[in-house]
Nanobody, 120 residues
C-alpha cells in the first residue's frame, strides 16, 4: 500500500499564493505519474496538474500560467505552487499517484484531500 499525505491548504485572499505538498510513503515501486486534482462543491473532480515520467506535465487550461507542479524524487513528494489564486480555485485538492508494481500492475492512490479557500 501507498500512503499520500497532503499539506499546505488553507484560506487565502484572491491574488495570493499557496504551496501544496504531497508526500508518498509505503510500498513504492515505479511511479508513473503524480498529480493534483480538485473538487469544488457540487462539481466533479477534475485534473489540475499532472507530472508523468518525471518530466511530462499537463495542466488544466484554467490554471496554466498560474500553477506549477514539481516533484522531489528523493523525497517522493510532489508540490503544487499556486499563484494568482482566484475564488474559482476554491476546492478540495487531492493528490494522486499512479505506479507500476513488480507484477506490472498499475495501481492508483489518492490522498485524503486538503481544502483551499480563496476569498474575494
Amino acid at each position: 500500500q501507498v500512503q499520500l499525505v497532503e499539506s499546505g491548504g488553507g484560506l487565502v485572499q484572491a491574488g495570493g499564493s499557496l504551496r501544496l505538498s504531497c508526500a508518498a510513503s509505503g510500498s513504492i515501486f515505479s511511479i508513473v505519474a503524480m498529480g493534483w486534482y480538485r473538487q469544488a462543491p457540487g462539481k466533479e473532480r477534475e485534473l489540475v496538474a499532472r507530472l508523468a515520467s518525471g518530466v511530462f506535465t499537463n495542466y488544466a487550461d484554467s490554471v496554466k500560467g498560474r500553477f506549477t507542479i514539481s516533484r522531489d524524487n528523493a523525497k517522493n513528494t510532489v508540490y503544487l505552487q499556486m499563484n494568482s489564486l482566484k475564488p474559482e480555485d476554491t476546492a478540495v485538492y487531492y493528490c494522486n499517484l499512479v505506479q507500476i508494481t513488480p507484477a506490472t500492475v498499475a495501481n492508483t492512490y489518492w490522498g485524503q484531500g486538503t481544502p483551499v479557500t480563496v476569498s474575494s
